[in-house]
């Protein structure tokens, strides 16, 4: 026995992502939800909001679906390559935005500024990795990696 998925039009016109995040800001949004507006439509047999949470669930939350690649998005049912260049593209921004330099010379006063200065390329590998910051009075001269 087949039950009618709940689509976005059934919910109440406050409780749609779209008019929440424009009443109460992103921040009001699960990572579902954000996701959902990505992605515009679901399919016949689920919301988009059912879409973006069996998305989530398959790459285990935002951590992995941050490295999806094309191919492994397009294998979801309801994934097209239009939806998930889209998430993806989303992605690329966020990844773009993380890595801006607001200053091209970092200072670095204590080992905590030190770890700040690597920390965007190194926060999510998932395996260990050696940096050494070769300094000379002025400036960092090279930043290695093993």
């Known amino acids: 026995m087949r039950t009618e998925a709940l689509m976005i039009k059934d919910y109440p016109q406050e409780d749609r992502p779209r008019e929440r995040f424009v009443q109460s800001g992103p921040e ?20 988009v ?12 939350g935002l951590r992995l679906l941050k490295e999806a ?30 890595n801006l330099n607001y200053d091209d010379r970092y200072v670095i006063r204590s080992p905590e500024d030190g770890a700040k200065y690597v920390m965007q390329d190194m926060r999510f590998l998932s395996q260990e990795h ?13 930043v290695q990696k093993k």
């Open 49 to 60: 909001l059912q879409l973006a949470n069996r998305l989530l669930n398959h790459f285990e």
């Open 69 to 98: 690649t094309l191919d492994e998005m397009t294998q979801i049912k309801g994934i097209g390559m239009a939806k998930a260049v889209q998430v993806l593209a989303a992605v690329e921004i966020g990844r773009r935005i993380t």
């Open 28 to 47: 009001s949004l699960s990572n579902h939800e954000l996701l959902a507006l990505l992605l515009r439509t679901g399919t016949k047999e689920e919301s």
């Open 130 to 142: 050696f940096v050494c910051l070769y300094f000379t009075q002025i400036q960092i001269k090279d």
